[in-house]
């Protein structure tokens, strides 16, 4: 697919947004920033945005996204998967490096980096693999992708945990010279293995499906806090999912120690009960936890315990997924309902409010991340990178509208609350009226 986006240099009045952080104001977005805010005039030639009833939200942030390309260009490419970003209010993502080949090198870093520049929809970012084909026994090349064009700065083996301790250690060291990052995928190979494919407890029993245990996660967080304390490094644990894992992750801020988390919409609204009917959509890595869990994480996700919500979004071709439940591959889309997720579950339950909404789902994710020009607050001079969302819109999900190529779509059929309108990179829209512009 190539883009043809020819609106760089259209100027955008969006009329009577709710900013969050400044109120109900005009905003106009020219050459990359935003040039006014308050009650202004339409310059000439403005495409003018009627923002009526709408929130203006700093454009949203994913820390965790599986674009598959290169070497799964059935389930995903670079350009499907910054499309599907854009339709979901993203303006910047990180390229998980479980592709094939694997992101261990400056070239393969920069090879997804310049994918993600040609599609021209999200900044693309690459995350770096923290061992050599993702293979736990060697570091990868991580001061030469940092130092490449792609200026890598997350790491992670994630789909596997690093689960060397003293590896973990190392990487850890080695990336505090650049102020990096290592994402822990949290799984204790032996008290989860690769089989393990279903919360274990009552259900997992009863469905004679391989269980895995919530202290499979929380032993991981529990050792990496304190091997981040220990070499002073940032650690952030991916897709937490277990109330354990938050106590350790709450004890861990309150000492001081360099640790950031992330939370999956999924892991904030679905529960393993999904999987009685043993739909392979609901299986997920780690897998989809009981009701006090969930609860747990929206607590956690409020007092900002968690950081971030990171989408997990993991497409899938139909025949990786639709398999015996054991046997289909893990995971789920997430980028284009995120936000409404957000709005529907933590919104509603816990009265996450818009500023809080932006951080979780911005301004935390690009620092987290290093990224300066994202998750910036919506005032003049700042860049244009904006999501207009409809709160009150009902939007039921239908997996076949997806801009994804797969359809391993989790919310197919619910209703969920609020609509992304509108998506704005730099200033130049990358969707309108709700369609992405390419
Ligand atoms: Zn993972």
Same mark, same amino acid.
Request: a negative charge; proline letters at 4%; aromatic letters at 4%.
């Given at each position: ?12 009045? $969006? ?14 977005? /020219? ?11 339409? %310059? ?18 994913? #820390? ?26 993203? +303006?910047?993502?990180? !390229?998980? !490096?479980? +592709?094939? %080949? ?18 021209? #929809? ?17 570091? !990868? ?30 990487? @850890? ?13 949290? /799984?204790? %190979? ?5 089989? !393990? ?5 009552? @259900? ?22 304190? @091997?981040? =304390?220990?070499?002073?490094? =940032? ?13 350790? $992750? ?37 897998? #989809? ?21 990171? +989408?997990?979004?993991? %497409? ?32 509603? &339950? &816990? ?73 704005? #990179?730099?200033?130049?829209? +990358? ?8």
């Amino acid at each position: 697919m190539t883009t043809t986006n020819d609106n760089t240099n259209q100027t955008y009045l $969006i009329r009577g947004a709710d900013i969050v952080g400044a109120g109900r104001h005009d905003m106009v977005l /020219q050459d990359g920033v935003i040039t006014q805010l308050g009650q202004v005039d339409a %310059p000439s030639g403005a495409v003018v945005v009627d923002a009526d009833g709408l929130v203006a939200l700093p454009g949203l942030v994913d #820390l965790h996204t599986h674009l598959r390309e290169p070497g799964r260009e059935d389930a995903e490419t670079v350009a499907t998967g910054s499309a599907a970003a854009a339709a979901g209010g993203f +303006t910047a993502l990180l !390229a998980m !490096a479980n +592709t094939n %080949p694997v992101t261990d090198t400056a070239e393969a870093a920069e090879h997804v980096y310049d994918l993600g520049q040609r599609a021209g #929809l999200v900044d693309v970012h690459p995350v770096g693999a923290v061992t050599k084909g993702l293979a736990g026994e060697e570091l !990868a090349e991580l001061g030469l992708m940092h130092r490449s064009r792609a200026a890598v700065r997350v790491f992670s083996d994630d789909g596997k945990c690093v689960h060397d301790a003293r590896l973990m250690r190392r990487a @850890l060291e080695y990336v505090r010279a650049f102020d990096g990052v290592i994402s822990q995928h949290s /799984q204790d %190979p032996r008290l989860a293995d690769g089989q !393990a494919c279903c919360h274990e407890g009552e @259900l997992s029993g009863r469905l004679g499906l391989p269980g895995w245990p919530v202290v499979a996660e929380e032993v991981i967080v529990a050792r990496d806090v304190m @091997l981040a =304390r220990h070499t002073g490094s =940032r650690v952030h644990v991916a897709h937490v999912s277990t109330a354990g894992s938050v106590e350790v $992750i709450r004890w861990a801020k309150a000492q001081g120690i360099k640790v950031t988390a992330e939370v999956t919409p999924h892991h904030l609204m679905l529960t393993t009960d999904l999987l009685a009917d043993y739909d392979p959509t609901f299986k997920v890595n780690p897998p #989809l936890r009981p009701d006090k869990h969930v609860r747990a994480l929206r607590t956690a996700l409020v007092d900002g315990t968690i950081d971030a919500v990171a +989408t997990d979004h993991a %497409p899938h071709a139909r025949h990786d997924k639709e398999h015996a439940f054991a046997e289909a591959a893990f995971g789920m889309l997430g980028l284009e309902q995120a936000l409404q997720v957000v709005n529907t579950v933590s919104r509603v &339950d &816990d009265g996450l409010d818009w500023a809080a909404v932006a951080d979780r789902t911005s301004a935390a994710p690009a620092r987290i991340a290093g990224l300066g020009d994202q998750g910036r607050p919506l005032q003049v001079g700042e860049p244009g990178n904006i999501t207009l969302f409809d709160p009150d819109a009902r939007a039921v999900v239908d997996a076949a509208a997806s801009h994804s190529l797969s359809r391993n779509n989790p919310w197919h059929g619910h209703t969920l609350r609020g609509q992304v309108v509108a998506t704005f #990179l730099r200033s130049r829209a +990358t969707v309108l009226d709700g369609k992405v512009i390419s």
